[in-house]
């Protein structure tokens, strides 16, 4: 069941892919986006992780953080010198999705495959020409996984969830960065 806004992010404290202790109590104090990604070789969000990356170096020294999950197993994303590279911002793998389903995630086969459809080959060129990694689903991941990301406030109240339509619809950057900076979340 999808996350409505104004309510409690569920906790988790898990170690990163590089063996960080994430526990979210320790961001009560902070902003956030809250990622859930599909397999490590999607270039739909590889190409967010990559928009995502240079935005968190640009809002970090305003106390904003990222937390990005994966379906992929760690050993899947810690071959991607790509994924390594987005370090210091947590990496939690989830392949069994425990924390997809916490978050109320919902696969979808039908909304998967008219992204696929309508905008992966332009997307499979995009992603080549940023260089980032475009490759086959690896064991258990899914193809009919959706992504979401939710913008979470201080006392980890979330403020806005976004719960993907489409392969390639986030929320947009700049509401992401006028969060970050005014607390203030776009209609």
């Known amino acids: ?19 960080r202790q994430i526990d979210l109590e320790q961001y009560k ?10 397999h490590a070789g999607c270039p739909f969000c590889n190409l967010r992780v990559h928009t995502l990356q240079k935005l ?15 379906e992929s197993k760690e050993q899947v994303i810690l ?7 987005v370090s210091p911002i947590p990496i939690i793998s989830d392949p069994e999705k425990k924390y997809y389903a916490m978050y109320g995630l919902e696969p979808s086969t039908t909304k998967a495959v008219i992204s696929h459809v309508t905008s992966f080959a332009q997307t499979v060129a995009k992603a080549n020409a940023a260089k980032v990694p475009v ?18 406030d201080t006392g980890l109240t979330i403020r806005r969830t976004h719960y993907s339509e489409r392969l390639n619809t986030r929320i947009n950057v700049d509401d992401i960065r006028i969060f970050a900076e005014k607390g203030i979340v776009a209609e």
Do not use: C, W
Request: glycine residues 4%; proline residues 6%; aromatic residues 18%.
């Open 29 to 38: 104090t902070k902003r956030f986006l809250l990622g859930f990604f599909r």
């Open 135 to 152: 490759h086959m689903m690896a064991g258990s991941e899914s193809f009919s996984t959706m992504p979401a990301e939710f913008l979470v």
């Open 56 to 70: 968190y170096a640009e809002l970090k020294p305003r106390n904003f953080e990222m937390i990005f999950f994966f």
């Open 79 to 85: 071959r991607s010198t790509f994924h390594q590279e």
């Open 1 to 19: 069941m999808p996350l409505k806004e104004n309510t409690k992010a569920p906790l988790f404290n898990l170690k990163d892919v590089y063996g």
